[in-house]
Nanobody
Framework: QVQVVESGGGLVQPGGSLRLSCAAS????????WAWYRQVPGKERELVAA?????????????KNSDSVKGRFTISRDNTKNTAYLQMDSLKPEDTAVYYC???????????????WGQGTQVTVSS
């Protein structure tokens, strides 16, 4: 079994920064890709950023989403720690949401790829 746990959320003032972490543990051969999503009540979960095994990155699944975080958010990964990060700078009130992480994990026994989600971490941007 695999566990994915986010951390680093909290309350921050507009213009401030937060760094979210997402750690995977358990039965892992490798992690192909990581992604961060966010969701506010009453709205669909939206892609914020994703990073592949070769560290190619994508910010937002659509032009609208990508424009909203472009230049402010940075996704990265540390393969030695099975951890991904989301550095969020110049935060705005509209960034307030629950942030979720997922990991595409390859099983060491079956070599199948399975996506695991974390439980989410709240980010609130407010003065």
């Amino acid at each position: 079994q695999v566990q994915v746990v986010e951390s680093g959320g909290g309350l921050v003032q507009p213009g401030g920064s937060l760094r979210l972490s997402c750690a995977a543990s358990g039965s892992i051969f490798s992690i192909d890709a990581w992604a961060w999503y966010r969701q506010v009540p009453g709205k669909e979960r939206e892609l914020v950023a994703a990073i592949t095994g070769s560290s190619s990155t994508n910010y937002g699944g659509s032009t609208k989403n990508s424009d909203s975080v472009k230049g402010r958010f940075t996704i990265s990964r540390d393969n030695t720690k099975n951890t991904a990060y989301l550095q969020m700078d110049s935060l705005k009130p509209e960034d307030t949401a629950v942030y979720y992480c997922n990991a595409d994990v390859r099983s060491p026994t079956t070599m199948r790829l399975v996506t695991y989600w974390g439980q989410g971490t709240q980010v609130t941007v407010s003065s």
